[in-house]
Each structure stands twice: as structure tokens, then as C-alpha cells.
């Protein structure tokens, strides 16, 4: 892309930052209007909870991190450290009720302008660039995984209602403990438990070349297990699947650098004469 196109495009990012918000925290007032129903329907708080109290909730957490952290990121155009986070947070509100199609959108434009401006203005990707994008990805991802696993949830919730997880409540006050090993109970009991002891490699930084080799492996075994419920730790996966890769990437980049200080100490230990 030309210099034109890419500042329209930065622009045009701008822009959408100023009404990505909207839908989101529209719908979360909206929902949460309707629960108000509940003072007058007090019997049927079970329907009211599941649709219109987790709904406002899901739009507030998007609407939230959406004007907290990517609004933020955008404001400093400090557009690396967000490359994943509006795309992944706008597929998430389009499932609901289409509220996050500008945050979508402005999560593409995001991916265009880094890919752009990074990568495409070199002829060739070296591995240099291979290394950076796994980084700026990794980066991404750990910063917003946990909290969009449990949005997940909340929208699996939305969708069956929240009777069936007070079916379960209610079968183990009534003695019957055998409730807990029905597949719906386990998957939601080991994704929960990744989810909620899932946290941000504090020691991670975007450009660090010293990522713990084990960091990639565990969040792999965490995102597969994650997973087990509706996929709520796809991007806790995502983040060991990248994480494996840039460590692949990474032990060739050092077996490298290894033979060429190799080969230049028999260089400078046999000198031709």
C-alpha cells in the first residue's frame, strides 16, 4: 500500500474508535433497563437473570475493555500491542447481537496497518520479522485471553439460561452429588478453573527474546483443556499454539548464530595464509 492508503487508514481507525463503543454500552443500558422488570416480576427472576442481567454484562465487559485498553492503545497509536485484541473482541460482540462489527472492523484495520507498515515495506520477510510477528501476536493474545474466555462462558449462559447451572445447585443441596459427574458439570468445572487460574506472563514483553521455553507448552495444555466448554479457552490455545512456534523460531534463530560462531572461530583459529 502507498503512503496515502495507509494514513487513510490510520485515520479511518481513529474514527471508528469513536463509535465502536456505542453498540455495546447502548445494549448493556438497554439490558439492564429490562432487568429493572424484576421489582415488578419478582417470580420470574430466573428468566430475567439469564437474559437481560447477563446481557447487560457481556456488554459491559466489551464496552469496557474496548474504551479502557484498546481506545487507550489506539489514542498512543501503540497499534502492535493491540493487533489481536480488537479483531478477537469483535468477532466475540458480533456473536452478540452484532455489537461489536466497528470494533471488528477497526480490528481488521489494525491488522493491515502493522502488517503494512512492519512487513510488507521489506522485499523479503526474514526471520528477524518471523520472530517479531510471533511476538507482537503472543502479545496480544495475553493480554485480553482470560477475560474473553469467561465472556464465552457468560454467552453459553445467555443462551441456555443460567436454570441449568442452578438445576445442578439445587440437586446437591438435595443430596444427589452424582449431578457432578455429568459431562456438562466437568467441562464447565476444569474450563472454569483454567480460566479463572489463567494469568498474564507478567515477564513477558513484546520485544523479549528470553520467553520462557515452557510458557508456550503450558498454554497449550491449558487451552486444550480450556476448551472442553464451548471452546472458552480457544485464545489461551491460540497463545500456546504462537508460543510453540516463536520458540521453534527462536532455537533456529540461536542454532544460527551458534554455527556462525563456530565457524568463524575455525576462520580466525586457522587464518589462510
Not at 469513536?18 to 453498540?23: C, L, N, Q, R, V
Not at 466489551?62 to 492503545?73: A, G, H, L, P
Not at 441456555?160 to 458439570?185: A, R
Not at 491460540?238 to 542454532?255: A, C, D, P, V
Request: aromatic share 14%; with cysteine; charged share 20%.
Amino acid at each position: 500500500m502507498n503512503d496515502k492508503t495507509v494514513e487513510n487508514i490510520r485515520k479511518l481507525i481513529h474514527f471508528l474508535d469513536k463509535i465502536s463503543y456505542i453498540p455495546a454500552l447502548s445494549i448493556s443500558i438497554l439490558f439492564f433497563i429490562f432487568f429493572l422488570e424484576i421489582f415488578i416480576s419478582p417470580f420470574d427472576w430466573i428468566s430475567l437473570c439469564s437474559i437481560y442481567l447477563l446481557g447487560s454484562l457481556i456488554g459491559f465487559l466489551i464496552f469496557t475493555y474496548d474504551r479502557n485498553y484498546i481506545s487507550q492503545k489506539i489514542e498512543n497509536e501503540e497499534f502492535d500491542q493491540i493487533v489481536l485484541d480488537a479483531l478477537c473482541w469483535g468477532i466475540i460482540g458480533s456473536i452478540f447481537h452484532g455489537i461489536g462489527i466497528f470494533i471488528l472492523i477497526k480490528g481488521l484495520l489494525i491488522l493491515a496497518y502493522i502488517v503494512d507498515e512492519n512487513f510488507l515495506s521489506d522485499k523479503h520477510i526474514k526471520k528477524e520479522n518471523r520472530l517479531k510477528i510471533g511476538l507482537i501476536l503472543y502479545s496480544s493474545l495475553n493480554s485480553f485471553s482470560k477475560l474473553a474466555g469467561l465472556v464465552i462462558v457468560l454467552l453459553v449462559f445467555y443462551t441456555f439460561g443460567i436454570s441449568i447451572l442452578l438445576n445442578v445447585f439445587d440437586q446437591i443441596y438435595l443430596g444427589n452429588f452424582q449431578v457432578l459427574f455429568q459431562p456438562f458439570v466437568i467441562c464447565f468445572v476444569i474450563s472454569g478453573t483454567v480460566l479463572l487460574l489463567d494469568h498474564d506472563n507478567e515477564q513477558f514483553a513484546i520485544y523479549d527474546m528470553n520467553l520462557n521455553l515452557n510458557t508456550g507448552s503450558k498454554d497449550l495444555v491449558k487451552g486444550i483443556l480450556g476448551c472442553c466448554f464451548y471452546a472458552s479457552g480457544i485464545f489461551i490455545l491460540f497463545r500456546g499454539i504462537i508460543g510453540i512456534s516463536f520458540q521453534e523460531e527462536r532455537k533456529n534463530k540461536s542454532q544460527i548464530r551458534s554455527e556462525k560462531k563456530i565457524e568463524n572461530f575455525v576462520i580466525y583459529s586457522n587464518p589462510i595464509k
